[in-house]
């Protein structure tokens, strides 16, 4: 059973801000949240990590409140290589990762 | 620094036969983690190894399926007697000792189909 909760599909234009939502409403106190993109045939790629309050890097914004039960993905000003599946998830240590079936964003010109 | 690679990337097996699924982990990861995903699915956890040792094979079947991460070489996805529910995406992700956040890094995956 999966941790994580969050929208089956978004669709988004290009050039706009895109958020993506995900629950954990059963977060450890010792776990991380994470997200993973994935393209088709490929494997799922590491985009941003965080424990609390926001992260930020040179791909996305990471947005956690106080009682990290959800956690909110930022991409900014999205392009046409933005569509992929996006995961969500939430562990810590040397723990296998239980995946959901993700958020699949379509981006459109 | 190369990161998880993973080989064959594609295989095709006929009903019957062996598969073998090679791994090699990102340079001095001693974790490895095998998924699997079917068509428009999420990845689904199938066995955890370390050196030499089965941590979790929880999610693995019982019959046919087995894995291994020997001292030295890669880690094996080995499936017997294979059948057609076997063809997917097996993605192998790999992590150090002690990682805190969880995080593991994937390969690029071995897509097998079964004619």
């Known amino acids: 059973l999966a941790k994580t909760t969050q929208p089956i599909s978004m669709d988004s234009y290009e050039g706009q801000e895109v958020n993506i939502t995900c629950s954990h409403n059963?977060?450890?106190?010792?776990?991380?949240i994470t997200w993973y993109q994935q393209f088709p045939s490929q494997g799922p790629r590491f985009i941003i990590q965080?424990?609390?309050t926001k992260v930020t890097n040179e791909v996305a914004s990471l947005f956690i409140p106080a009682d990290r039960k959800s956690s909110t993905l930022s991409l900014p000003r999205v392009s046409l290589s933005d569509t992929a599946v996006y995961y969500c998830l939430v562990g810590a240590g040397n723990t296998p990762l239980v995946f959901g079936k993700g958020t699949r964003l379509s981006v459109i010109a | 620094n190369a990161g998880v690679m993973q080989n064959p990337r594609h295989l095709v097996r006929r009903r019957g036969q062996e598969a073998r699924l090679r791994c090699s982990p990102m340079?001095?990861?001693?974790?490895v983690y095998w998924y699997r995903q079917l068509p428009e699915e999420g990845l689904k956890f199938m066995v955890y190894l370390q050196k030499e040792n089965i941590i979790d094979e929880s999610g693995m079947p019982k019959e046919r399926f087995s894995a291994e991460f020997p001292k030295e070489g890669p880690s094996i996805l080995r499936i017997q007697q294979v059948v057609r529910g076997d063809s997917a995406a097996y993605f192998c992700?790999?992590?150090?000792?002690?990682?805190?956040?969880?995080?593991?890094?994937f390969g690029p995956g071995t897509r097998l189909t079964v004619t």
């Open positions: 992700a790999s992590s150090p000792t002690g990682a805190p956040t969880g995080m593991q890094y």
């Open positions: 965080g424990y609390k």
């Open positions: 059963n977060i450890a106190t010792n776990d991380y």
């Open positions: 340079k001095g990861h001693s974790h």
